[in-house]
């Protein structure tokens, strides 16, 4: 049974954690869009996998992501891959609330019983939606960690923001999922600038996952890691996703680790989708010429 | 939920379960791989196969190699995606579900539920020992990770996996150990359609014969089979039914 799930707190989410059998959609989107720059009529038209860019050869926007769409079970994770500036990490940030789009749809089965939109609600409740029901491993430490503050601070900010308000509490409950994350209580009141890059991953998890969240999204957890420190974090991951029940997103380029973590899996050229299926209907039998090189030339 | 157990052997004429008779029904499914690395080659799996598996029964598909018949099976676990044609499976609740058309959810479902596939090919996952593998589909059911585990290591010790190797990890192994991992893990869950690709290929004759029997036990059991076996000989003892494919058509 989770140790997360155990807790003896009346803060921690039951109602989404390790419901096995839940059917339900935790996230849903729909055409995301994003872009950076003012945009004009024709931006759609001229960026895509078709165009080879997402920077509009007429006001020179660039359309990071359009036409996003995807649904993600409780207890099912999605993987995003593709080529570098495709819009992976746009459709996180946007998710997370790092980043505004500018359409689309977006709801949480925990939110409004996923009946609104979060991108139009207020920036108030958007805070809310993210402080206590989402949480994010970002690609580099830095942005996910106050690197100058302790590692069991770093989880007692988000816990704070879910209102948690016991000191003794928090402290349990950070140091709890610091232990399981493997960093010893000894290390608990060191600030994380002072760890390996390994280590900061795996504080960043222990955050994300301080308030009970009913989504959580990767970036690029594990990239730039030796390969026996990126195993025990993605060990640490797939433990999560066998008892906690919540529905993930995982990006990554390393197309090992979504086999190895994503029951299904999205493909991105120049800011849109180009294909989604099961993971190994996209590893064996991929269809569109951007997903048969990408495959191909990691098989090779 | 139910689970295979080992049990006594039972020879001869498989039990023809009589509640669904056709759980699942094949039509015009065609298959054509476009290699767009290759300037949109086209290759070309196989066309417009039909057929019926009958129920608790084991329909086994014959062939020359490169006739089509893993693509068949993949096309059935929805590994790979048909162009055209239905496989429709008979849920347990008696609805109906066309495989092809499915939802990627849908079909996640159903193969925790109620169809496995066992390929030549192990696909270990790192850093799990054998018998939590083998154990995993079992818990991912629900069980009790220790009763699990109960249960692979009575498997296992059918399959004459040599005991030092549970705890092992099976990128390591060879590949008629790798295989035997691959069986007992599909078999111990019971599935209700058994998809079996070359389950015996790297096995001596001695373990092949208990393979044999513990597939006819799954028959036995309800389990609806259909296989693809180079050898004719154990395909043939072993099918109530053979198909033939030849470069992609059925021919028999
Ligand atoms: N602040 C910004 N200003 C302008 N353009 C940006 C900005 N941030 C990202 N972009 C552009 O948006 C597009 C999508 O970027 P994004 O970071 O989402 O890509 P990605 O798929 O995560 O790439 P990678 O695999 O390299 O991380 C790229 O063309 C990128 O150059
Ligand atoms: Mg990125
Ligand atoms: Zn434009």
Same mark, same amino acid.
């Given at each position: 049974?989770?140790?997360?799930?155990?807790? *003896?707190?009346?803060?921690?989410?039951?109602?989404?954690?390790?419901?096995?059998?839940?059917?339900?959609?935790?996230?849903?989107?729909?055409?995301?869009?994003?872009?950076?720059?003012?945009?004009?009529?024709?931006?759609?038209?001229?960026?895509?996998?078709?165009?080879?860019?997402?920077?509009?050869?007429?006001?020179?926007?660039?359309?990071?992501?359009?036409?996003?769409?995807?649904?993600?079970?409780?207890?099912?994770?999605?993987?995003?891959?593709?080529?570098?500036?495709?819009?992976?990490?746009?459709?996180?940030?946007?998710?997370?609330?790092?980043?505004?789009?500018?359409?689309?749809?977006?709801?949480?089965?925990?939110?409004?019983?996923?009946?609104?939109?979060?991108?139009?609600?207020?920036?108030?409740?958007?805070?809310?939606?993210?402080?206590?029901?989402?949480?994010?491993?970002?690609?580099?430490?830095?942005?996910?960690?106050?690197?100058?503050?302790?590692?069991?601070?770093?989880?007692?900010?988000?816990?704070?923001?879910?209102?948690?308000?016991?000191?003794?509490?928090?402290?349990?409950?950070?140091?709890?999922?610091?232990?399981?994350?493997?960093?010893?209580?000894?290390?608990?009141?060191?600030?994380?600038?002072?760890?390996?890059?390994?280590?900061?991953?795996?504080?960043?998890?222990?955050?994300?996952?301080?308030?009970?969240?009913?989504?959580?999204?990767?970036?690029?957890?594990? +990239?730039?890691?030796?390969?026996?420190?990126?195993?025990?974090?993605?060990?640490?991951?797939?433990?999560?996703?066998?008892?906690?029940?919540?529905?993930?997103?995982?990006?990554?380029?390393?197309?090992?680790?979504?086999?190895?973590?994503?029951?299904?899996?999205?493909?991105?050229?120049?800011?849109?989708?180009?294909?989604?299926?099961?993971?190994?209907?996209?590893?064996?039998?991929?269809?569109?010429?951007?997903?048969?090189?990408?495959?191909?030339?990691?098989?090779? | 939920?139910?689970?295979?157990?080992?049990?006594?052997?039972?020879?001869?004429?498989?039990?023809?379960?009589?509640?669904?008779?056709?759980?699942?029904?094949? #039509?015009?499914?065609?298959?054509?791989?476009?290699?767009? @690395?290759?300037?949109?080659?086209?290759?070309?799996?196989?066309?417009?196969? +039909?057929?019926?598996? *009958?129920?608790?029964?084991?329909?086994?598909?014959?062939?020359?190699?490169?006739?089509?018949?893993?693509?068949?099976?993949?096309?059935?676990?929805?590994?790979?995606?048909?162009?055209?044609?239905?496989?429709?499976?008979?849920?347990?609740?008696?609805?109906?579900?066309?495989?092809?058309?499915?939802?990627?959810?849908?079909?996640?479902?159903?193969?925790?539920?109620?169809?496995?596939?066992?390929?030549?090919?192990?696909?270990?996952?790192?850093?799990?020992?054998?018998?939590?593998?083998?154990?995993?589909?079992?818990?991912?059911?629900?069980?009790?990770?220790?009763?699990?585990?109960?249960?692979?290591?009575?498997?296992?010790?059918?399959?004459?996996?040599?005991?030092?190797?549970?705890?092992?990890?099976?990128?390591?192994? +060879?590949?008629?150990?790798?295989?035997? @991992?691959?069986?007992?893990?599909?078999?111990?869950?019971?599935?209700?359609?058994?998809? &079996?690709?070359?389950?015996?290929?790297? &096995?001596?004759?001695?373990?092949?014969?208990?393979?044999?029997?513990?597939?006819?036990?799954?028959?036995?059991?309800?389990?609806?089979? @259909?296989?693809?076996?180079?050898?004719?000989?154990?395909?043939?003892? &072993?099918?109530?039914?053979?198909?033939?494919?030849?470069?992609? #058509?059925?021919?028999?």
């Amino acid at each position: 049974m989770s140790a997360i799930a155990t807790l *003896p707190t009346e803060m921690v989410r039951h109602d989404h954690v390790a419901s096995r059998n839940a059917e339900q959609i935790a996230l849903k989107v729909e055409n995301l869009e994003a872009q950076y720059g003012r945009g004009c009529s024709a931006c759609h038209e001229l960026t895509g996998p078709e165009h080879s860019t997402n920077v509009c050869g007429q006001c020179g926007t660039v359309i990071a992501c359009a036409d996003v769409s995807f649904a993600v079970r409780a207890g099912r994770t999605l993987g995003i891959v593709g080529e570098s500036g495709s819009g992976k990490t746009t459709v996180l940030r946007c998710l997370y609330g790092d980043l505004n789009p500018a359409g689309g749809t977006a709801s949480l089965m925990t939110y409004e019983d996923g009946r609104a939109n979060l991108f139009t609600a207020s920036a108030q409740v958007r805070r809310r939606v993210r402080n206590f029901d989402m949480g994010m491993v970002y690609q580099h430490a830095r942005d996910g960690l106050n690197l100058r503050i302790s590692a069991g601070g770093n989880v007692a900010e988000r816990l704070l923001a879910a209102e948690w308000r016991r000191v003794d509490q928090i402290r349990a409950r950070a140091g709890h999922l610091l232990e399981r994350m493997e960093i010893p209580r000894s290390r608990m009141d060191t600030p994380p600038s002072a760890f390996s890059g390994g280590m900061q991953q795996r504080v960043q998890i222990a955050r994300a996952l301080a308030n009970g969240p009913a989504v959580v999204l990767l970036d690029e957890m594990t +990239s730039g890691l030796d390969v026996s420190v990126q195993a025990g974090v993605l060990d640490l991951v797939l433990e999560l996703q066998r008892t906690e029940g919540v529905a993930m997103v995982v990006v990554s380029h390393d197309l090992g680790v979504i086999r190895l973590l994503c029951e299904r899996t999205m493909v991105m050229k120049n800011g849109r989708v180009v294909e989604s299926g099961l993971t190994d209907q996209i590893l064996e039998d991929p269809r569109h010429p951007y997903t048969q090189l990408l495959v191909s030339s990691v098989n090779a | 939920m139910s689970v295979f157990t080992p049990q006594p052997i039972t020879h001869g004429a498989a039990g023809q379960s009589s509640a669904t008779a056709l759980p699942l029904r094949v #039509r015009n499914l065609h298959k054509t791989f476009t290699l767009h @690395v290759l300037g949109g080659k086209h290759v070309p799996a196989f066309h417009d196969v +039909s057929f019926d598996a *009958p129920a608790g029964g084991f329909l086994g598909i014959a062939g020359a190699s490169g006739s089509g018949k893993s693509s068949l099976l993949k096309c059935i676990f929805r590994t790979y995606l048909a162009d055209s044609g239905s496989v429709t499976w008979n849920l347990t609740d008696g609805s109906e579900i066309d495989l092809v058309q499915a939802t990627d959810d849908e079909v996640l479902d159903i193969r925790r539920d109620e169809i496995g596939y066992v390929s030549q090919f192990l696909r270990p996952m790192p850093r799990v020992t054998a018998i939590d593998l083998a154990a995993r589909p079992l818990v991912e059911r629900g069980m009790e990770r220790a009763e699990a585990r109960e249960r692979i290591a009575d498997l296992f010790a059918r399959v004459r996996l040599p005991r030092d190797l549970w705890d092992g990890l099976p990128v390591l192994f +060879s590949g008629g150990e790798q295989q035997r @991992v691959n069986l007992v893990r599909a078999l111990a869950v019971a599935p209700r359609l058994l998809l &079996l690709d070359e389950p015996t290929a790297s &096995l001596s004759p001695d373990l092949q014969a208990e393979v044999v029997t513990l597939i006819g036990e799954a028959r036995d059991r309800g389990t609806t089979l @259909v296989g693809v076996m180079h050898d004719t000989d154990l395909l043939n003892r &072993l099918s109530d039914q053979v198909i033939v494919l030849d470069q992609g #058509r059925r021919v028999a």
